[in-house]
């Protein structure tokens, strides 16, 4: 069983509008939200093996915030997930190595809430699921999608996917 984790980047800044939306960074908010979810990823026990993310400067920027890792992770900062849709994420997950066992790609929207919709399907959006109903309605910055997928990530399509669980920042104690 392989598992892939969706993290949208955390709530990033526009004080500054000259700079280009790829150089936009990390509000002071969002840098909390982020290492809020760090600490519930590191709870969970959510340890992926290779990360994916997107070469703009808030979703380095989220990744930042949820080092260290246990056991340090392989990364690949791709510009191609810049902005990209659910079909381009799909195409760069499919060429993921057979023998990775958990992705974690930090993204953008709206490719990720369609990706994340795609793979869990009709029949797993459909479900009496709070999990479901909550990613159906949106996907805030900072939020995780985590799937369980039982075929090979070649084969990575609609349906393919079980979500596991959807947690948002909201969803997270304040620092203390």
């Not at 993204?107 to 029949?123: E, F, I, M, S, Y």
């Not at 799937?147 to 393919?160: K, R, S």
Request: charged share 20%; hydrophobic share 40%; glycine share 8%.
């Amino acid at each position: 069983m392989r598992q892939l984790l969706l993290l949208r980047h955390a709530k990033s800044s526009w004080e500054d509008s000259t700079l280009p939306d790829h150089d936009r960074p990390l509000e002071q908010r969002g840098r909390l939200a982020a290492m809020r979810m760090r600490r519930a990823m590191h709870g969970l026990g959510l340890q992926p093996d290779l990360v994916l993310v997107s070469s703009a400067r808030r979703t380095v920027q989220t990744l930042e915030a949820l080092e260290p890792w246990e056991e340090t992770p392989n990364v690949e900062t791709m510009d191609g997930l810049y902005l990209a849709g659910a079909e381009q994420l799909l195409k760069i997950l499919r060429a993921t190595p057979g023998l990775v066992r958990s992705v974690l790609l930090v993204g953008h929207n709206p490719g990720l809430h369609d990706l994340a919709v795609t793979l869990a399907g009709a029949h797993g959006m459909t479900q009496a699921d709070e999990n479901a109903r909550r990613l159906a309605a949106g996907y805030p910055s900072g939020s995780l999608a985590e799937f369980t997928v039982a075929v090979p990530w070649q084969l990575l399509g609609e349906g393919t996917g079980r979500l596991v669980r959807f947690v948002c920042p909201k969803d997270l104690p304040e620092a203390a």
